[in-house]
């Protein structure tokens, strides 16, 4: 049985991916941490840890057992580019330092990379898996400095290193924090919540989104691969659709017919937006172990409304 330890276990991703481990793996397995205490109560273990204590995240790995390391734990884009030197020592330093965790106890490692790690210089449509990554923002070199750090890892001192360049993600359990792609969370919020919505990113602006339960199912699929199918290893482009905002509010009528959007666009995210891809081309991913997305936005906004719907009561 695995023994996973999981950093930023109580962010977006972290939160749900630890109930999906612990499910699948057994909740004894599977170690989460983060920097803040968990509000409410925990299923599993729990410890705290700042990504940037070295010692300490290496010390957890080790009493714990663990033979997985999934490190979560990073500023997203629009608050990266808000505080970006705190972006760098925490996206970088905590990366290195479970880098070398891994490396020191010969652990397998996932860490995911994002579409920030594209720039405007990036073939806009389809993007292809390998090109030219030139971002323009601090998230996005954390990011491509995070994916070749992996990549140095594997091939020079043989950690086992695992990783997808992830789309934004809509979840209905978990909100995100400081992301460029988030307003396609906030808005279903609102449409139940107040039947209207005002849009932080101007209206034909499209990036590619996958639903949290694809997001999740790719780590885990990712994670079992056979190694000697991996051409890649790390910064696979995964994604499910591609949209701009009218079309998600077009989805949404189809629940709310009342709902409204209007625009209040947001230069500084709107101006991270426009230097992402319009859509990524996933083949590499699915060739290499199987990726395949199962929500669409239909799908994922009926699934959303309902789950929603009780969650707000
Ligand atoms: C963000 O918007 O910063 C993230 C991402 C696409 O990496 N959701």
Same mark, same amino acid.
């Given at each position: 049985m695995k023994k996973i330890m999981v950093t930023g276990a109580l962010g977006q991703i972290g939160s749900e991916l630890t109930g999906k481990l612990r499910d699948l793996y057994g909740a004894d397995n599977v170690l989460a941490?983060? !920097?803040r205490e968990p509000a409410g109560g925990?299923? +599993?273990?729990f410890s705290q840890l700042d990504v940037t204590? +070295?010692?300490r995240m290496q010390e957890l790995a080790k009493s714990f057992g663990a033979d997985t390391l999934i490190h979560m734990a990073a500023l997203l884009s629009a608050t990266a580019e808000q505080k970006p030197l705190l972006a760098w020592n925490l996206n970088m330093g905590g990366l290195v330092n479970a880098l070398e965790t891994a490396r020191e106890l010969n652990l397998q490692f996932f860490t995911p990379s994002s579409i +920030?790690?594209? +720039?405007?210089?990036t073939p806009k449509t389809n993007t292809p898996q390998d090109t030219l990554q030139r971002p323009t923002t601090m998230y996005g070199v954390n990011k491509v400095a995070g994916e070749l750090l992996c990549? =140095? =890892?594997?091939?020079k001192f043989g950690v086992d290193t695992r990783g997808v360049r992830f789309p934004g993600l809509i979840s209905y359990v978990t909100p995100p924090g400081g992301g460029t792609t988030d307003y396609a969370v906030d808005i279903y919020y609102k449409a !139940?919540?107040?039947g209207r919505y005002t849009s932080f990113i101007a209206e034909g602006t499209y990036m590619d989104m996958m639903y949290m339960p694809d997001a999740l199912q790719a780590i885990v699929d990712l994670m079992e691969a056979d190694p000697a199918k991996l051409n890649h290893r790390n910064a696979f482009n995964v994604t499910a659709m591609s949209f701009e905002p009218s079309q998600i509010a077009s989805a949404i009528q189809k629940h709310i017919p009342d709902f409204r959007l209007d625009y209040a666009v947001d230069p500084e995210r709107q101006a991270i937006a426009d230097s992402w891809p319009d859509s990524l081309d996933a083949t590499a991913a699915s060739e290499e172990w199987g990726f395949k997305a199962q929500y669409d936005l239909d799908s994922m906004t009926a699934d959303m409304l309902a789950k929603l719907k009780t969650k707000l009561g």
């Open positions: 941490t983060d !920097l925990q299923n +599993g273990p204590d +070295g010692e +920030g790690a594209f +720039g405007p210089s990549d =140095y =890892y594997f091939t !139940l919540e107040e």
